[in-house]
Nanobody, 114 residues
Framework: QVQFVESGGGLVQPGGSLRLSCAAS????????MGWYRQGPGKQRELVAG???????NYADSVKGRFTISRDNTKKMVYLQMNSLKLEDTAVYFC????????WGQGTQVTVSS
């Protein structure tokens, strides 16, 4: 069963930056299409950024131009660089394989507040 552990969240002021990290298990991580998701207070979980096994990326309109997803297959890691953070980016952030999804981790809390 593939598993993921997210880290790097925290409290940041509007306009600030954070870099999230996701450590993955599984010997064939390199073939996974991966995604970063978030679930804000009272909201459904949504996909914010995806990266294919070939490192093709896509982003939700709400984060395009501000967030950058990347991966390091040798370390089995996925990253999410978040810049120009807004109040509405406050959420618990998760990473997972796109399809089929693995087990959901605990996520990492990102709070944007002045």
């Amino acid at each position: 069963q593939v598993q993921f552990v997210e880290s790097g969240g925290g409290l940041v002021q509007p306009g600030g930056s954070l870099r999230l990290s996701c450590a993955a298990s599984g010997s064939i991580f390199r073939v996974y299409d991966m995604g970063w998701y978030r679930q804000g207070p009272g909201k459904q979980r949504e996909l914010v950024a995806g990266i294919t096994s070939g490192s093709i990326t896509n982003y939700a309109d709400s984060v395009k131009g501000r967030f950058t997803i990347s991966r390091d297959n040798t370390k089995k890691m996925v990253y999410l660089q978040m810049n120009s953070l807004k109040l509405e980016d406050t959420a618990v952030y998760f990473c997972n394989r796109r399809a089929p999804p693995g087990s959901w981790g605990q996520g990492t809390q990102v709070t944007v507040s002045s």
